[in-house]
């Protein structure tokens, strides 16, 4: 996926603010689902994040064409694990794992359905 | 209420980003209710905008310590206007007309509730 | 120009938050320069807003492409006035009129150079 | 330092937007140096995030009030390492640790100067 950076996404060090480094992830993972006309929210439960470790490796700047790639790397009954990665033009310049679990409307786990979990195995490194 | 401008806020111009003018008008809208016990959530009902007129008359930099003020200027069956300014210091720096819609969960306008009515009232300018 | 709504988009009420409408608009305008390989920071000056009036029509929601339309309706020596709309497939669903003002390291108002000039005229109303 | 949960903050999941805890821990960590008078942006230089890891362990709702506690885990020449903590009344909802390096206007790591480091010193855990 690719996006571009606009003024909302800078802040006044002249570069991109982090916590949107996240923002772009977020369009990544649910883009996955709305590419193959899906929503990322299913029967009225989602995937909630539990768990981000992040590098920001070199910063993004106005204007910047950046692609966020996503991968699989663990998936389990109630929670996966995915890995992102942002490039500008062939620099890495952030990665992230990130663990999700899926919540109903009660606010707990619940076991992914077969359909779900078939969609990621596709994207399982 | 008073608001603090973070890096958040600001953009590469190195002053607030514009909308998070409109950001901090809705905190003191909501303020308002928090700081009577109360939720602008009302029975799954809220309060959607409409219209907004904004004149940004003077920028705000990391660091600045705004004042802003709500008055309500009209008080209708399904709909208010509220008048918002924002101040650094003495300065008028920011002021925006603002028309509310109160929305039910069927997405239509419903008669705003006697209470909620009166709360406004006292705000009313 | 097309937007995607994602997650951050959103608030509680299940749609977009209002002020997010204004970051769209900005992408849409950054973009007319961006994708004629330019940059909308001009010698270290750019277009600051000092008035917008928006109409909210329709809600949007998780998942929507919105196409966000720009035209010029105004070019004066120092500011202008671009007049952008949103739509949902054949529905319109938000309009805003912005003033802007060209402003440089000094943060005071510029005469705009003719070359951008130019590239405004294009898209003149 | 507390910070309440407004609309803005939001996603139409009806919690906090995973990102914006992040922006909670900025304004905690920029609130140390505006309390003492102090800015985060020192003769230029400021402190750039290099690495984050965070833990989502409870989610926080609109109206809530969080409060923000910031350490000093560790204190380098040119970078150091906080850890932040959220809790809701007193249950604990989400922590991070960061590293953050002090970058100058040249992109590149710089030693922290002495007043700087005693300021840190202070909160060293």
Known sequence: MQVRVYYKDTDMGGIVY????????????SEMFFKEGKSP???????????????FMS?????????ITTKVTKLKHT????YHEIYREETLIF??????????KDGKP????????????????
């Open 95 to 104: 990665k992230q794992s990130v663990t999700l679990v899926f919540l109903c």
């Open 18 to 29: 982090h916590a949107n480094y996240l923002n772009f992830c977020e369009m990544a993972r």
């Open 59 to 67: 910063p993004a700047y106005l204007g910047d064409l950046l692609q």
């Open 110 to 125: 619940h076991r992914i359905d077969e359909e779900t979990k078939a969609f990621f195995r596709q994207h399982l490194f």
């Open 41 to 55: 929210m299913i029967n009225g439960c989602h995937f909630a994040i539990k768990k981000i470790d992040a590098d």
């Open 79 to 82: 929670s996966l694990e995915l």
